[in-house]
């Protein structure tokens, strides 16, 4: 149940407590559609899920790779609680089509960025410009969210404290694409369905 270098999770679903649930206590079929959540929702969902301490508490931590519970997201997004023993990352990603959001709940992350919009396809090899690189350290309790195609890679760079944090993100991810880097050449590895990792 853990791997050191997928950036999704597989797991089985695991409804979040009550504290964190949005769905509607109406189950009539003429009930209307949930609405898409907001980039803003999903912060919120995702700040919110990670002060629930006893969620937080049953997540099985392994020293030697990450572990995970999936969660039931706002209006149907795919919401993730990570563990992360020190020294794991998962490597330059994105969540291409989907918006998404993150918090640590416990321990420190950091996110590595890059400020720039890239192309969605038709490309392996891509040249970044000075000036695109954005870090920032997450402490527990702090968080970001992030639109389409937004490549990074997130980090416990602890080498001996265990973190935590819990994800969402919106659609429920159609596809992730994975990138090496070698100074300023960003290349594409190879893109995931849900498939590679359900």
């Known amino acids: 149940m853990s791997s050191a270098h997928s950036a999704v999770p597989t797991a089985g679903s695991v409804p979040s407590p009550s504290s964190t649930s949005t769905s509607s206590s109406s189950s009539s079929s003429s009930s209307p559609a949930v609405a898409a959540p907001t980039i803003t929702e999903l912060l919120d969902f ?111 760079e602890s080498e001996d404290v265990h973190a935590v944090s819990v994800h969402a993100y919106y659609p429920p991810l159609p596809r992730i694409r994975r990138f090496s880097r070698t100074g300023a050449v960003l290349r594409l590895e190879q893109t995931e369905s849900p498939e590679d990792w359900q």
Do not use: C, M, Y
């Open 46 to 156: 995702v700040r919110r899920t990670s002060r629930n301490e006893a969620l937080i508490a049953s997540l099985p931590l392994d020293p030697e790779g990450r572990t995970w519970i999936r969660l039931d997201g706002p209006g149907g997004s795919e919401a993730w609680l990570i563990g992360w023993p020190p020294g794991t990352g998962t490597g330059w990603h994105d969540h291409a089509d989907s918006i998404g959001a993150f918090t640590t709940a416990a321990g420190a992350l950091k996110e590595h960025s890059l400020a720039v919009r890239l192309p969605t396809d038709g490309w392996k090899t891509l040249e970044l410009t000075d000036g695109v690189d954005r870090s920032r350290e997450l402490a527990a309790g702090q968080g970001r969210a992030f639109g389409q195609n937004h490549v990074h890679e997130v980090l416990n």
